[in-house]
């Protein structure tokens, strides 16, 4: 059964940083893409980043945001730098997609629950 959980969503100031985890069970997800999406309120699902053989990132956050993957762990981690107010948004990992830019929720099929980040001073 495959299963996605994500961990490490809070409240940061603007400039703070944090570290999302998605920690997989059910597959390896050594081969496969793994997405970060956001949803803020009233907002659609968008792309954030993806990792695969390759990583992708979105404009919005690219030079602040870095995606990793440690195999080991099955464990993908989104290190997010130089928050900003617009960085809020629920943040979700999924599966079974394609890391081809831009990224679409509805190419991914499977999903973790989400985490919230909340960049406020």
């Known amino acids: 059964q495959v299963q996605l959980v994500e961990s490490g969503g809070g409240l940061v100031q603007p400039g703070g940083s944090l570290r999302l985890s998605c920690a997989a069970s059910?597959?390896?997800?050594?081969?496969?893409?793994i997405g970060w999406f956001r949803q803020a309120p009233g907002k659609e699902r968008e792309g954030v980043s993806c990792i695969s053989s390759s990583t992708r990132y979105a404009d919005s956050v690219k030079g602040r945001f870095t995606i990793s993957r440690v195999n080991a762990k099955n464990t993908v981690y989104l290190q997010m730098n130089s928050l900003k107010p617009e960085d809020t948004a629920v943040y979700y990992c999924?599966?079974?997609?394609?890391?081809?830019?831009?990224?679409?929720?509805?190419?991914?099929?499977?999903w973790g629950q989400g985490t919230q980040v909340t960049v406020s001073s």
């Open positions: 999924a599966t079974g997609g394609r890391c081809a830019l831009p990224l679409r929720p509805s190419a991914f099929g499977s």
């Open positions: 059910g597959f390896a997800l050594d081969y496969v893409a």
